[in-house]
Antibody, heavy 122, light 110 residues
Framework: EVQLVQSGAEVKKPGESLRISCKGS????????ISWVRQMPGKGLEWMGRIDPSDSYTNYSPSFQGHVTISADKSISTAYLQWSSLKASDTAMYYC???????????????WGQGTLVTVSS | SYVLTQPPSVSVAPGKTARITCGGNNIGSKSVHWYQQKPGQAPVLVVY???DRPSGIPERFSGSNSGNTATLTISRVEAGDEADYYC?????????????FGTGTKVTVL
């Protein structure tokens, strides 16, 4: 059974750093890209970026480029989303999702993690 | 950047048909995927490549895509179909290619 299991909820202060994780199981972790998707409170889904776990090649949405870092450790089948300096506006639910297919115009998010709630407040 | 427009809400009686539209410039030339998100849960893929269903998704869910509009159709609506629905495409029209989600539609079962 394919599973993406994310790390637990976090409460941080502005300016603090944070790394959340997404562990894949039940499939070959290096055969599928992993994406991160943000959902702010009461709002829709926003694609943040993706990583190829086989070589850690990344693409970012222009809206998130420079604000977050996506990485992966294929030895433990885990992808990460990282902030160096959090802002209150980073408060949101963050989902990891597996990308099915290798052609960007045709692939889609077939499995999702359960989400990690990040709250940034002073 | 590419914009996908959905109606904010759709209301439907049990047993009837719900149609959720997703508007975008020449969206018919793209592959459209649809996700269902129930309150407090992660999204779930319900239709991919315009009209295909993942295993485990009821045949009541179907999709179509032509011109400037893609449509997700839910037939014989049940109370359990109440959720937010999002369309999604890949946009490579600008310098920065991105996965784009629609604005989302809340389906209410009356």
């Amino acid at each position: 059974e394919v599973q993406l299991v994310q790390s637990g909820a976090e409460v941080k202060k502005p300016g603090e750093s944070l790394r959340i994780s997404c562990k894949g199981s039940g499939y070959s972790f290096t055969s599928y890209w992993i994406s991160w998707v943000r959902q702010m409170p009461g709002k829709g889904l926003e694609w943040m970026g993706r990583i190829d776990p086989s070589d850690s090649y990344t693409n970012y949405s222009p809206s998130f480029q420079g604000h977050v870092t996506i990485s992966a450790d294929k030895s433990i089948s885990t992808a990460y989303l990282q902030w160096s300096s959090l802002k209150a506006s980073d408060t949101a639910m963050y989902y990891c999702a597996r990308l099915e297919g290798v052609t960007p115009g045709l692939n889609y998010f077939d499995y999702w993690g359960q989400g990690t709630l990040v709250t940034v407040s002073s | 950047s590419y914009v996908l427009t959905q109606p904010p809400s759709v209301s439907v009686a049990p047993g009837k048909t719900a149609r959720i539209t997703c508007g975008g410039n020449n969206i018919g030339s793209k592959s459209v995927h649809w996700y269902q998100q129930k309150p407090g849960q992660a999204p779930v893929l319900v239709v991919y490549d315009d009209s295909d269903r993942p295993s485990g998704i009821p045949e009541r869910f179907s999709g179509s895509n032509s011109g400037n509009t893609a449509t997700l159709t839910i037939s014989r609506v049940e109370a359990g179909d109440e959720a937010d629905y999002y369309c999604q495409v890949w946009d490579s029209s600008s310098d920065h290619s991105s996965y784009v989600f629609g604005t989302g539609t809340k389906v209410t079962v009356l």
